[in-house]
């Protein structure tokens, strides 16, 4: 079945150290998208895809970085550097001429 | 840029009740406009759409129509379901070109 396949789906992290959550499509998009979103929250975008090897800063990437080696995956690293990492982390993907974007089932990560 | 705005939640209601959640939007165009619905510990799932004004989006029950006079994209349902317990997301690309939606913040549906 074509889908967005996120992991892991819980992941816990100790204070100083970078995680990085993995993200894969098989429904051939070029799109490719990082969201954050916090209890009672909606979405923030932290980084966006467009094309292989080319990325975006999302209104919130302060404290991620992410790589596009190939199509299919969009890897985030939640690196020390962002304060408040604990949230749960949504990937989504869309055909760049399409309209709806798809998404994982999310991964939630928390600092402890 | 283009925005979206929905009502707060939660809406409680009880079983086979009707359902409304307004859903406003500011944009340049008309862009095609979305609702997603996110189930407890998921992602988001998108529900139904509309591409263009006056077009009514269906799915499960569920109904939405641009309209472009009063820029709304409300979310009806004759009868709610207790697994309709959901939070409901309304949302828009946030610019053309490029599919990359902004969305409202959630109206949590109990």
């Known amino acids: 079945d074509g889908g967005i396949t996120q992991s892991p789906k819980y992941l816990f992290r100790k204070e100083g150290q970078n995680v990085t959550l993995s993200c894969e499509q098989n429904l051939n998009h070029d799109a490719m998208y990082w969201y954050r979103q916090d209890p009672g929250q909606g979405l923030r975008l932290i980084y966006y895809?467009?094309?292989?090897?080319?990325?975006q800063k999302g209104d919130i990437a302060e404290g991620y970085s992410v790589s596009r080696e190939k199509k299919e995956s969009f890897p985030l690293t939640v690196t020390s550097a962002q304060k408040n990492p604990t949230a749960f982390y949504l990937c989504?993907?869309?055909?760049?001429?399409?309209?709806?974007?798809?998404f994982g089932q999310g991964t939630r990560l928390t600092v402890v | 840029g283009n925005s979206v705005t929905q009502m707060e939640g939660p809406v409680t209601l009880s079983e086979e009740a009707f359902l409304t959640i307004n859903c406003t939007y500011t944009?340049?165009?008309?862009?095609?406009l979305f609702w997603y619905v996110q189930y407890p510990g998921e992602g988001l799932q998108l529900l139904l759409k509309a591409t263009k004004a006056d077009d009514k989006g269906s799915n499960k029950g569920f109904e939405a129509t641009y309209r472009k006079e009063t820029t709304s994209f409300h979310l009806e349902k004759g009868s709610v379901q207790v697994s309709d317990s959901a939070v409901y997301f309304c949302a828009l690309p946030m610019n053309t070109g490029f599919q990359k939606l902004v969305f409202g913040t959630g109206t949590r549906l109990l």
């Open positions: 944009a340049t165009g008309y862009p095609s």
């Open positions: 895809s467009q094309i292989v090897n080319d990325f």
């Open positions: 989504a993907s869309s055909p760049t001429r399409g309209t709806e974007a798809f």
